[in-house]
């Protein structure tokens, strides 16, 4: 009886765990996906941006170098979200040519959905190898952007905890995140002894909050990109809106405050085109 109120005790206190876990978890993963949708947005506005100084006539040719060096960044970002895309596609069909359920390798992880697993791989830009995460299969490149977000070895689809002997501190919080295994049931399912209970739900709990503490620490630092992106990318739409109402379609006819002002919008624009492509550093 001693034993059963143990492993219930320790049930509630992983499940609580859990819960948090999760929560945590999946609001990064959101945060995410609302970066990548500021960054596509500012790739609009530089874009609306690099048109108005393609048609000004008498542009330094100066303008047109700057011009390369940011649709080089933007360009490799969306370069890099089309191989994911693609290696996705090819995932899918093999998959379901193989009979296989998910579409970016396990069920867990396809749960996610397309855009939240491209977002978080573009938080990441490479695996914890050094690896460009976009240089991978759809499975992997997902799996290997995961496995950093969330710690540890990815453990995903049916492979997941096996049996109830592989607990968080070994598995990883990600990997039975995305699994959908139950940390509790995994402790209930074995027998242990109470001293054994309580060493597992002290060692699992510590591992949750660690790991808690560190996807906090990332989804920080993706809110202020995304609060510093969506500021750059307003800027400079204002800056473009302020210097198309003059309505001047030739270089020569600006004024020096004109210029000046033409000149901080490349700057701003250089900036945010830098921003864009940021990736988290582990």
Request: glycine share 8%; with cysteine; hydrophobic share 45%.
């Amino acid at each position: 009886m001693l034993n059963s109120d143990y492993r219930d005790a320790a049930a509630r206190d992983l499940e609580k765990a859990d819960a948090a876990y999760k929560a945590v978890f999946q609001k990064a993963v959101t945060d995410m996906e609302r970066l990548h949708h500021s960054r596509l947005m500012a790739i609009r506005t530089i874009q609306y941006m690099e048109r108005y100084i393609v048609a000004l006539a008498n542009r330094p040719r100066d303008f047109d170098r700057q011009l390369g060096e940011i649709r080089v960044r933007y360009v490799t970002f969306q370069n890099t979200c089309s191989q994911l895309r693609e290696a996705e596609r090819r995932s899918q069909e093999t998959a379901v040519g193989m009979g296989a359920a998910g579409v970016l390798g396990g069920a867990g992880i396809a749960a996610l959905g397309p855009t939240a697993a491209m977002s978080v791989a573009m938080t990441f830009g490479t695996a914890s190898t050094g690896t460009a995460i976009a240089s991978l299969s759809g499975a992997a490149a997902t799996n290997a952007a995961l496995a950093w977000l969330g710690g540890g070895a990815l453990v995903a689809g049916g492979g997941g905890i096996v049996a109830g002997q592989t607990l968080l501190t070994l598995a990883g919080p990600v990997g039975w995140v995305l699994s959908g295994v139950s940390l509790a049931g995994c402790l209930l399912a074995v027998n242990l002894s109470n001293r054994e209970i309580a060493r597992k739900t002290e060692e699992s709990l510590a591992a949750i909050k660690k790991e808690m503490e560190r996807i906090k620490e990332i989804d920080a630092q993706v809110l202020c990109w995304n609060k510093e992106t969506k500021a750059l990318s307003n800027a400079v739409m204002n800056r473009l809106s302020h210097i198309r109402a003059n309505r001047k379609r030739n270089y020569t006819d600006f004024t020096d405050g004109e210029m000046n002002e033409l000149a901080s919008l490349f700057n701003s624009t250089e900036v945010l085109s830098r921003k864009i492509g940021e990736t988290m550093k582990q």
